[in-house]
Nanobody, 115 residues
Framework: QVQLAESGGGLVQPGGSLRLSCAAS????????VGWYRQAPGKQRELVAA???????NHAGAVKSRFTISRDNAQDTVYLQMHTLRPEDTAAYYC?????????WGQGTQITVSS
């Protein structure tokens, strides 16, 4: 069983920055992709950003130019650097890792953007 442990969430003022980390219990090179999703109250879970094993990245339109996904394969960790946070970024953020046959989720970390 794969464990994904997120950290780095919290309360931040609009315009602020945060960095989320997702530490995997096994090599992330074994996943087709690793990424971040978020879910706000009353809304569906949505993709924020993903990184493929081939080195490609994908960022949702709402976060492009503000958020950046990166990975440290040696540390089996995926990061989400977030800048210029907005109240609408408030959500629970989940780490996701996928193989061809299975998907794994972390427990989530809450980000609240408020003054």
């Amino acid at each position: 069983q794969v464990q994904l442990a997120e950290s780095g969430g919290g309360l931040v003022q609009p315009g602020g920055s945060l960095r989320l980390s997702c530490a995997a219990s096994r090599s992330i090179l074994g996943f087709l992709s690793v990424g971040w999703y978020r879910q706000a109250p009353g809304k569906q879970r949505e993709l924020v950003a993903a990184s493929t094993s081939g080195g490609g990245t994908n960022h949702a339109g709402a976060v492009k130019s503000r958020f950046t996904i990166s990975r440290d394969n040696a540390q089996d960790t995926v990061y989400l650097q977030m800048h210029t946070l907005r109240p609408e970024d408030t959500a629970a953020y989940y780490c996701d890792a996928r193989t061809a046959v299975k998907e794994y989720w972390g427990q989530g970390t809450q980000i609240t953007v408020s003054s």
